[in-house]
């Protein structure tokens, strides 16, 4: 006999907009409240006109983890979960933990933005 799904008590939902102002920094997209938060969609929409690079960080008790770095194209809508950096998986935060991204290798093209979703449950 299969065992029963579990469903997300708590569902997340959780954007940001890393803009101008924004883009050298480290932000925290989602602050973990739950024993186990689990994130099932990861985008982010490139809206400047040239490629960036987003570092993608889980963030314990105020030190940063790096996860890895993802190319987010010019224009375009890309699926970080997808990537190689999570290997197509969704993937837990713990109580108090954090989800934070930057993009560092350049900021944002002044007027342009770039969008961060991320959608998922608690446990």
Same mark, same amino acid.
């Given at each position: 006999m299969a065992s029963k799904p579990a /469903?997300?008590?708590?569902p997340i939902e959780a954007g940001f907009v890393i803009n101008n102002a924004t883009a050298l920094n480290t932000v925290d997209?989602?602050?973990s409240v739950g024993v186990d938060s689990k994130i099932g969609v990861f985008v982010a929409f490139?809206?400047?006109?040239i490629d960036k690079v987003l570092t993608i960080y889980r963030n314990v008790g105020g030190t940063? /983890?790096?996860r890895g770095e993802v190319t987010l194209s010019a224009g375009k809508l890309t699926d970080i979960l997808a990537s190689s950096v999570f290997g197509n998986v969704s993937f837990s935060i713990k109580t108090?933990?954090?989800l934070s991204v930057a993009v560092q290798t350049?900021?944002?093209t002044a007027g342009k933005q770039i969008d961060i979703f991320v959608e998922g449950g608690t446990y």
């Open positions: /469903f997300p008590s708590t997209v989602y602050t490139n809206g400047d006109t940063y /983890f790096k108090g933990n954090k350049s900021a944002v």
